[in-house]
Each structure stands twice: as C-alpha cells, then as structure tokens.
C-alpha cells in the first residue's frame, strides 16, 4: 500500500482518441475519509479570476501518469478516494471500479459515461470539466459557463454548458449543453483541459448574441464591473463583426453601464431605457451628515429612488442598517420606489408604477 498520502494522486487511465483521462484518488489507511470529497469539494480552484482558470488548466489535468503505482491502487481503491469527475467505461476498463458501483448511490452521472462522486456538489465548474472529458479537442467553453470559469458566476450548477464549436465539427447531442457553431479566430480561445476557454473577448461576445437586451446587458454589467475586458475593444470588436445577432449587441454595448452591482438591477434599468427614462445608476444622495445612502437607480430631479428587492434580509442588524439608511432618504427628501424579483417578472407593469411615481413627484 502506498503511504498516507495527503494529496490526490491522479491516474490516467483509458486512452480515447490519443487522450488519456484522468481518475484522481487519495490513497491512504482504509477508513480515512477521501481528501477529495473534503476539502477539496467546493469547486474548481479558489480566489479570483485568474486563480480559477489557471487551476482548471492544471491540477489533475495535467498531472503525470503513475502506471507503476496502478496495481496497488486496485487493490486499495475506495469510491470515496475518487475526486473530480471521470468517465466510468474507462474506470471499468482498467479495474478501478465495477459496472455495479456506478450504478449505486456513491456516484452521479453528470452525461452519459460522464461521473461524480455523490459526495461531491455537481458545480457548474465541475460540469464543464465533465463535459471536457467527452467533447472533441475543437470544442471551446464560452459565454456564461466561460465567464463562470473566470470567476464571474454567471451560470447556476444547473444552467446548461455553453460551447462554441467550428461549423464543420460534429458534436453529439446532450442535454445540458447549449452549441453554437461559429469559426473562431486566432486568439478567441486558450486551451483548457482538453479542449478551450474562450478568451474573455468572445467569452463577452456570446453573452450578446441572439440573447433578449436586458440579459445581455445584465451580463455584460457584470463582466465589465469584474474588469474581465476592455469596453473600447468590446466597442470595436461589435463593430467590425456581423454576426447573426450583431445589431442588437451593439444595442446592449450601448446600453452597459458598470456601475450596475446586480444583474436584476441592470435589467430593471435597461426596462426603464427602453421606456425612455433616465436612471442614474448607483447614484449617492447626501444630507447635513454627509452620505445617507447611494442608491439603485435615482432620479435626482423629482427626488425619488427605485431600489431591486431580490431577498428579505433577516439578520437583525442588517434590518436595523437598512431602516436607518431608508429614514435618512425620507428625511432628505427622497421617496423611495422598492421593486421585488416578482414584480420584475411583470416589466410593463413596474414601468408604469416607475411613471406613475415621478408624475407624482415632478416640481
């Protein structure tokens, strides 16, 4: 038996169009708890930008092969020692695991012949690493599944894997993957895993294209706060394209705004736009005191703040800040308009309250 190892040791296993594929273990005294479902089960990498990518480019990805080691990890495997995800043929190709075991409550299937260990949360992260596993070299993770890698969590663990493929690749139909088939230029991608990440340029492209304008504008808000790109390149690069979908991105460039700190906010800003109203974004009001709040969006004229109320905060001090911070806007002259994540289902309708409000408060 190998030592009591306190980091996983990744096997690769399975050779698959010239790609070997990793299953990583934690090979220790029986009995121990797998470091990989401990403290390495929260997700790809830690920190910020830079940290995550990097470290989905590496780790077990590219970590090298132990054959001479193999036969003692067979005899010794544990399903709790596996970390990250793998392909089960080639688990029960080599003998780590049995067809049996896949099948059992230990492990989840991410895709077909795609695995998680069950103790493991299914991260979006973790699904683009399962989908690396399967796809062809040519494929590229791009969009919000890219902008997630980055850092910038743009995509839930259960929104689907957005993948950017040339148009002559064939890819084969899964669901929870979400293709779009375009050539990429030199430079638009950077290998990752065994495929690419798009570069954060056509990362931010995709989230424009064939998208409704305040979802785009809501994730590209987000991407330029983060400072993932440059927004005269964004502006030049919209402009030379001509993409299906092109016109409305340069719209949606037109309209982003990074000052925006959540993505309804931008949405429910771009509705008051398009309606022909002139929110200030972030705007700070101030009384004898100095700052009483910044607000949402403001309008400064008639005196009246529209803030998003995505979720009731319950922590008593947190209660207590917010209905201070509210008496100083209302002692300063300030009307305050509060629109909840339903009401934001209802656009047309919170537009006409947003009116209806400043009529009433216009000099």
């Known amino acids: 038996m190998i030592g009591r190892a306190s980091t996983p040791i990744c096997l690769h296993v399975g050779v698959r169009g010239g790609a070997l594929t990793p ?14 479902q401990g403290d390495r089960a929260g997700g790809v990498g830690a920190g910020g930008v830079v940290d995550r990518l990097a470290f989905s480019g590496r780790g077990r990805w590219t970590a090298p092969p132990i054959a001479d080691k193999l036969h003692t990890v067979r005899t010794n495997i544990r399903p709790t020692d596996i970390c990250g995800v793998f392909r089960g043929s080639d688990a029960v190709a080599d003998g780590a695991l049995t067809a049996e075991q896949l099948r059992g409550p230990q492990f989840r299937r991410l895709y077909r012949d795609v695995y998680l260990p069950t103790g493991m949360p299914p991260t979006h992260e973790r699904r683009c690493e399962a989908l690396a596993l399967v796809l062809p070299p040519e494929a590229v993770i791009t969009g919000r599944s890219a902008a997630t890698l980055r850092g910038i969590q743009l995509a839930r663990a259960i929104d689907p894997v957005e993948i950017v493929v040339p148009l002559e690749t064939r890819v084969a139909r899964r669901s929870g993957v979400d293709v779009r088939r375009s050539d990429l230029t030199a430079g638009e991608s950077t290998p990752w895993s065994r495929i690419g990440v798009a570069s954060p340029l056509r990362t931010t492209l995709d989230l424009l294209l064939d998208r409704s304008l305040p979802d785009a504008v809501a994730d590209l808000d987000a991407v330029l706060s983060a400072g ?5 390149a964004l502006q030049r690069m919209v402009t030379e394209r001509s993409d299906r979908g092109i016109v409305a991105a340069r719209r949606a460039v037109e309209l982003a705004d990074p000052r925006a700190e959540s993505r309804p906010e931008s949405r429910l800003r771009v509705y008051l736009v398009l309606d022909g109203l002139e929110p200030v974004p972030q705007f700070v009001v101030s009384d004898w005191r100095g700052v009483a709040a910044r607000v949402d969006l403001g309008f400064p004229r008639q005196r009246l703040a529209v803030e998003y109320d995505g979720e009731w905060h319950g922590e008593w ?31 047309s309708t919170v537009v006409a309250q947003v009116r209806s409000a400043l009529t009433a408060r216009t000099p």
Not at 228 to 232: A, F, P, Q, V
Not at 319 to 347: K, Y
């Open 228 to 232: 993932l790109i440059d927004l005269r």
């Open 23 to 36: 299953i990583c273990l934690h090979v220790g005294v029986r009995g121990e708890r797998g470091a990989c």
């Open 317 to 347: 001090r947190q209660i207590s800040a917010d209905r201070e911070r509210l008496n100083r806007l209302q002692a300063a002259g300030w009307d305050v308009l509060f629109v909840t994540a339903r009401q934001l289902r209802d656009p």
